[in-house]
């Protein structure tokens, strides 16, 4: 598998209360030199753009799920990780060619788990996957 792109959801995922979580800046920016990266939130606690500034992301807001698809679709989903905790993060995490479900602070939507390539426990972890390539190898293996 090869990654060019990956696509973050915010809220839930890489933040908790808007506030982004300890350890997710620095693996982004890690990440930020092997991927292009694309946040994608609707901004519930409109504190992305402050949160995430002076990390190597590209800060999109949509407003559901179909505009997270549409946005996906609009890549080389074949060459798309996407991470996401939320009921509206489904379709994008179902389209790309890696699609992780976090089980973070806010908990995670069930339909998530259930079209997920992997689920991992926290943020940390699931941007670690990125980062170490050859524990997805072990974890998708057939």
């Known amino acids: 598998m090869t990654l060019t792109q990956l696509v973050l959801d915010f809220t839930g995922t ?22 292009s990266i694309t946040v994608l939130t609707a901004d519930t606690f409109g504190t992305a753009a402050e949160q995430l500034q002076g990390l190597p992301v590209a800060l999109h807001h ?17 060459e798309t990780a996407a991470i996401g905790n939320g009921r509206n993060d489904v379709a994008m995490v ?8 976090v089980i973070g602070p806010e ?3 069930g339909e998530l788990i259930a079209v997920a390539k992997v689920v991992s426990r926290d ?20």
Request: charged residues 30%; positive net charge; hydrophobic residues 50%.
């Open 94 to 101: 179902r389209m790309a060619a890696l699609g992780i479900a």
């Open 14 to 35: 890489l933040s908790c209360d808007g506030v982004l979580l300890p350890g997710v800046a620095e693996r982004l920016k890690e990440l930020g030199r092997k991927l």
């Open 62 to 78: 949509i407003q559901t799920g179909r505009d997270k698809a549409e946005f996906i679709a609009g890549l080389k989903s074949s």
């Open 107 to 109: 908990g995670c939507a």
């Open 123 to 142: 943020i940390l972890e699931a941007l670690d996957l990125l980062l170490k390539l050859l524990r997805i190898k072990a974890t998708l293996r057939d």
